[in-house]
Structures are given as structure tokens and as C-alpha cells.
T-cell receptor, first 113, second 114 residues
């Protein structure tokens, strides 16, 4: 299995608070992604990174920001959490980018009350 | 950008029967189509993928077919077993930006009844 660790695995937070989720990989892969999973919507891309300090928006980026200061870590921040951001968040990595599979972490279940 | 539609959303079959899940995509430039299986409470895991220069690919009881002209691809599972019960996702590559993004379908919950 790809070496991907997401933390925390579960988090409950209140509306309006900032939240940061961490994805750590030991594969030295260039590409990293944050997806959210909600019933009926599949997996939707929030942000992705194609190198250190190189990031771009996905389909559902509003309310989220990311940072990648080193190859192994990709952080997802909810600036001011809302109930609509209650979801399961998956980090994924890819070594070669285009036309190659993504390998997913175990996910973070976030509940915003 | 790319859009992927997946059908059906739920599928129930008897053990030993075949199951077929279909996906359509919108961007004719897409050239990579993976399928993922997600068991309850687990992460999605790649089960098979196909690239646009191939029309069909098989791996034991699983096969994927691709029709580039019609912009659709399908997952076929033969001789289904209870352990095939899971949610299956199709995806298509978005080739217009950096980073090898995958756009996913909405998922199909497959239930195999013993």
C-alpha cells in the first residue's frame, strides 16, 4: 500500500472555527490531491498540487485553501468551517500525474456542528 | 471541463450473476479511465484501468470496455461473489491542466446477495 497518512482521522468542530487537515506521504510523489466524498456526489476534487508550492483549484474549492511547503506534506485548511463542509476528506497521491492512477489515504471524517 | 455520469446508482444481483456499471464522459480529449472499489468505511482502491488506445481490458472476473466514439466505458464483473459488494467509482482524466486530475462519477452501490 502507498505510504499515505492522513491526520486526524476524525474531527468534530464548531461552525466558524478554522480547521487544518494534514496529508503526509512517504513515496516522494510529485502530485497530491484533496477530494471530499459526500453521498450522491462521489469524489469531488477540492485542490491539488503538482509540486512544492505549486497548487491549483479543483471543482469545489470555495472555502478551502491548501499549502505544500515540502514534497511529503499537503495541508488542507478550512478557513471558517461551515456545516456544508461536513464530509469525508481523502488525500491522494500520484507519481507520474497524467494517465496514472491515484492512491488514496484512509480519509478524515470531519463533522461541523 | 470534464463531466462523468455513472449509472446505475444502486445495483443488486444474485451471487454468480454478472454486474455491469456504465459511465459516460464529456471531454473527448480524456484518455485514461480507472475504476475504484470502496468497501464500507475504507478508502477507494484501484481495481482496473484502461487507456484510450485500448478497447477492452480483462483481469480475472473483471473487465472494462471503452467506446471512444460514444464516450462511454463500462465495468463488467462476472460470477459475482458476496465480497464484491461495495461502492464502485469510475473516473476520467482531465487533461487540460497540470496535475493528472481525475473526475469521478457519482458511484454505484453493488450488493451481491448469497
Amino acid at each position: 500500500d502507498a505510504g499515505i497518512t492522513q491526520s486526524p482521522r476524525h474531527k468534530v468542530t464548531e461552525t466558524g472555527t478554522p480547521v487544518t487537515l494534514r496529508c503526509h506521504q512517504t513515496e516522494n510523489h510529485r502530485y497530491m490531491y484533496w477530494y471530499r466524498q459526500d453521498p450522491g456526489h462521489g469524489l469531488r476534487l477540492i485542490h491539488y498540487s503538482y509540486g512544492v508550492k505549486d497548487t491549483d483549484k479543483g471543482e469545489v474549492s470555495d472555502g478551502y485553501s491548501v499549502s505544500r511547503s515540502k514534497t511529503e506534506d499537503f495541508l488542507l485548511t478550512l478557513e471558517s468551517a461551515t456545516s456544508s463542509q461536513t464530509s469525508v476528506y481523502f488525500c491522494a497521491i500520484s507519481g507520474t500525474g497524467k494517465n496514472s492512477p491515484l492512491h488514496f489515504g484512509n480519509g478524515t471524517r470531519l463533522t461541523v456542528t | 471541463g470534464e463531466n462523468v455520469e455513472q449509472h446505475p446508482s444502486t445495483l443488486s444481483v444474485q451471487e454468480g450473476d454478472s454486474a455491469v456499471i456504465k459511465c459516460t464522459y464529456s471531454d473527448s480529449a480524456s484518455n485514461y479511465f480507472p475504476w475504484y472499489k470502496q468497501e464500507l468505511g475504507k478508502r477507494p482502491q484501484l481495481i482496473i484501468d484502461i487507456r484510450s488506445n485500448v478497447g477492452e481490458k480483462k483481469d480475472q472476473r473483471i473487465a472494462v470496455t471503452l467506446n471512444k466514439t460514444a464516450k462511454h466505458f463500462s465495468l463488467h464483473i462476472t460470477e459475482t461473489q458476496p465480497e464484491d459488494s461495495a461502492v464502485y467509482f469510475c473516473a476520467a482524466s482531465d487533461v487540460h491542466n497540470q496535475g493528472g486530475k481525475l473526475i469521478f462519477g457519482q458511484g454505484t452501490e453493488l450488493s451481491v446477495k448469497p
